[in-house]
């Protein structure tokens, strides 16, 4: 993540989130990267409500593609979020077929 990390948001504000990579050689519609969001069973386990992708937004002076979200959870209450980029081709009969994926 390169934005400011914000601990704590309102139900009527959105939480900008900006994540930036190195892509080695890929263009950025070769990846997607996505915000999970969630609550925590009552077995600590994440249980995934909603997706939200990131949208690619340029190279940063690193060089690394920015890649960015207002995320705005129609849920209420206690929730949390992952986020995570695995490769993508219209070609794919399934979006996670090549088994690669970066929990960020």
């Not at 504000?13 to 969630?38: K, M, W, Y």
């Amino acid at each position: 993540r390169v934005d400011e990390v914000q601990t704590a948001i309102n139900a009527s504000e959105s939480l900008p989130i900006t994540v930036a990579g190195q892509l080695n050689g890929l263009d950025p519609e070769d990846l997607r990267v996505e915000c999970l969001v969630g609550r925590e069973t009552e077995y600590g386990e994440f249980e995934v409500h909603q997706h939200y992708p990131l949208t690619p937004e340029g190279t940063n002076e690193h060089g690394e593609v920015s890649f960015h979200v207002d995320l705005k959870p129609s849920l209420p209450g206690l929730q949390y979020y992952k986020l995570r980029a695995y490769p993508y081709h219209e070609a794919l009969s399934h979006p996670h077929e090549t088994g690669k994926m970066a929990w960020l």
